[in-house]
C-alpha cells in the first residue's frame, strides 16, 4: 500500500530564512504528487503538483518543490519565509488516473518567527 | 475563481444522532470525495463518487456512512448514528482530471 512520509512534524524557521520541508512516499509506481497548505481553522489550499515533465516545480507564493525519483521524494521548499507562511503542510500522493483518493504524510507544522 | 462550499461549518450533534453533511464542488468536476482529519491526526480518505456510484472507499466508510448527490450541484455524507469518534473536520473535494480541490470543512462535534 502507497505511504508518505513526512519526518518533520514542526519546524521553526526566522522570517526572511530559506525553508525546506520533506516528504517522501512508498509506491509501486511515480504517483502524482501534491503539497496542501492549511492555515489555522481553513481547509486545504493546493501549494504545487507534479505529474510528469520538469521535476522541478513552482506553486503559489513562491514555493516549489523537486521530484526525486531515486530517492522517493518530493521536498517543498521557499527561499526566503514569511510570517504569513506559517501554517500546516501536508505531502500527498494520487494514483495516476482513476478516480483515485490522495494518500496524506502526517502534516509539518511550520512557526515562523520574526 | 470556482471553489469548492461546505455547509455548515460547525456541527454539534448528540451520540446516535444522524447527521448530513453538505457540499457543493465545483460545477464542471465529475469526481468527488470526502476526507476526514481527527484533531491532531492526518487528513484520511473516506469515499470516493463518480456517475452516481461510490468508485471506492475506506475501512472507515461503514455502513453508518452514505453518501448522495441528490441533485445537479449538491454532495451529500450523511452519519446515520453518530458516535465521539466520529468528531473530526469533514473535508468534500472535487476533481475535473488529476487535481483535487478542497472545500473549506465542516467541523464535526459528537457529545
Known amino acids: 500500500a502507497q505511504s508518505v512520509t513526512q519526518p518533520d512534524i514542526h519546524i521553526t524557521v526566522s522570517e526572511g530564512a530559506s525553508l525546506e520541508l520533506r516528504c517522501n512516499y512508498s509506491?509501486?509506481?511515480?504517483?502524482?504528487l501534491f503539497w496542501y497548505v492549511q492555515s489555522p481553522g481553513q481547509g486545504l489550499q493546493l501549494l504545487l503538483k507534479?505529474?510528469?515533465?520538469?521535476?522541478l516545480v513552482q506553486g503559489i507564493k513562491g514555493f516549489e518543490a523537486e521530484f526525486k525519483r531515486s530517492q522517493s521524494s518530493f521536498n517543498l521548499r521557499k527561499p526566503s519565509v514569511h510570517w504569513s507562511d506559517a501554517a500546516e503542510y501536508f505531502c500527498?500522493?494520487?494514483?495516476?488516473?482513476?478516480?483515485?483518493?490522495?494518500?496524506f504524510g502526517t502534516g509539518t507544522r511550520l512557526q515562523v518567527t520574526l | 475563481e470556482p471553489e469548492v462550499t461546505q455547509t455548515p461549518s460547525h456541527q454539534v450533534t448528540q451520540m446516535g444522532q444522524e447527521v448530513i453533511l453538505r457540499c457543493v464542488p465545483i460545477?464542471?468536476?465529475?469526481?468527488f470525495y470526502w476526507y476526514r482529519q481527527i484533531l491532531g491526526q492526518k487528513v484520511e480518505f473516506l469515499v470516493s463518487?463518480?456517475?452516481?456510484?461510490?468508485?471506492?472507499k475506506s475501512e472507515i466508510f461503514d455502513d453508518q456512512f452514505s453518501v448522495e448527490r441528490p441533485d445537479g450541484s449538491n454532495f451529500t455524507l450523511k452519519i446515520r448514528s453518530t458516535k465521539l469518534e466520529d468528531s473530526a473536520m469533514y473535508f468534500c473535494?472535487?476533481?475535473?482530471?488529476?487535481?483535487?480541490?478542497f472545500g473549506p470543512g465542516t467541523r464535526l462535534t459528537v457529545l
Open positions: 473535494a472535487s476533481r475535473l482530471v488529476d487535481t483535487q480541490y
Open positions: 509506491y509501486g509506481a511515480t504517483p502524482y
Open positions: 507534479y505529474f510528469s515533465g520538469d521535476t
Open positions: 500527498a500522493v494520487g494514483l495516476r488516473g482513476t478516480a483515485s483518493k490522495l494518500t
Open positions: 460545477s464542471n468536476h465529475l469526481y
Open positions: 463518487f463518480y456517475n452516481n456510484e461510490i468508485s471506492e
